[in-house]
T-cell receptor, first 111, second 114 residues
Framework: SQQGEEDPQALSIQEGENATMNCSYK?????LQWYRQNSGRGLVHLIL?????REKHSGRLRVTLDTSKKSSSLLITASRAADTASYFC???????????FGAGTRLTVKP | DGGITQSPKYLFRKEGQNVTLSCEQN?????MYWYRQDPGQGLRLIYY???????QKGDIAEGYSVSREKKESFPLTVTSAQKNPTAFYLC?????????????FGPGTRLLVL
């Protein structure tokens, strides 16, 4: 079973619009990570947010974490065609010392 | 250039054949991981290694084997026991415990069955 579940599964927007992706998880965590994957490529780390943080920014990316609702969101502002990719959230599995990845949100930004 | 490399980019397997996927990193990371990704799916953990000469099974280890004889290298063998091997395979590394740290991914190997 998956720990992190992204929503929506797919999102299509116009260039310049904002894109919001959500991630829900089931167990307590001490951090949550977001990754990006271009088609046919490896994953690239975007942001790590710790459980004592509520919001974090990196360029046009804004990540929020609500531990009471066990959810996180990734906001991409002023999207560009180059932002077209799949976005995954990952949460830790302590008994395995590794991360569990969700199925991802496939974002398409139309020029 | 520091990074993590995987080879080959594409690999074709015949029925009953074992094939080995290469993963090398020069990041001086202790931990390395192998994931399998099926179309439209997330990543599933096959094996991971937190230190040289030690490795642990992940969620879908059956039909796969690994070795970790050197810190830089973590090859994955897809054995004939893996009946549905067609997938995209990703190798990753992290400084230490990946539940606390960023994972760095290679470009992936796509395995196809002839």
């Amino acid at each position: 079973s998956q720990q992190g579940e992204e929503d929506p599964q797919a999102l299509s927007i116009q260039e310049g619009e904002n894109a919001t992706m959500n991630c829900s998880y089931k167990t307590s965590i001490n951090n949550l990570q977001w990754y990006r994957q271009n088609s046919g490529r490896g994953l690239v780390h975007l942001i790590l947010i710790r459980s004592n943080e509520r919001e974090k920014h990196s360029g046009r990316l804004r990540v929020t974490l609500d531990t009471s609702k066990k959810s996180s969101s990734l906001l991409i502002t002023a999207s560009r065609a180059a932002d077209t990719a799949s976005y995954f959230c990952a949460t830790p599995r302590f008994y395995n010392n590794d991360m569990r990845f969700g199925a991802g949100t496939r974002l398409t930004v139309k020029p | 250039d520091g990074g993590i490399t995987q080879s080959p980019k594409y690999l074709f397997r015949k029925e009953g054949q074992n094939v080995t996927l290469s993963c090398e990193q020069n990041l001086n990371h202790d931990a390395m991981y192998w994931y399998r990704q099926d179309p439209g799916q997330g990543l599933r953990l096959i094996y991971y290694s937190q230190i040289v000469n030690d490795f642990q099974k992940g969620d879908i280890a059956e039909g796969y084997s690994v070795s970790r004889e050197k810190k830089e290298s973590f090859p994955l063998t897809v054995t004939s026991a893996q009946k549905n091997p067609t997938a995209f395979y990703l190798c990753a590394s992290s400084i230490g415990d990946s539940s606390q740290e960023t994972q760095y991914f290679g470009p992936g190997t796509r395995l196809l069955v002839l």
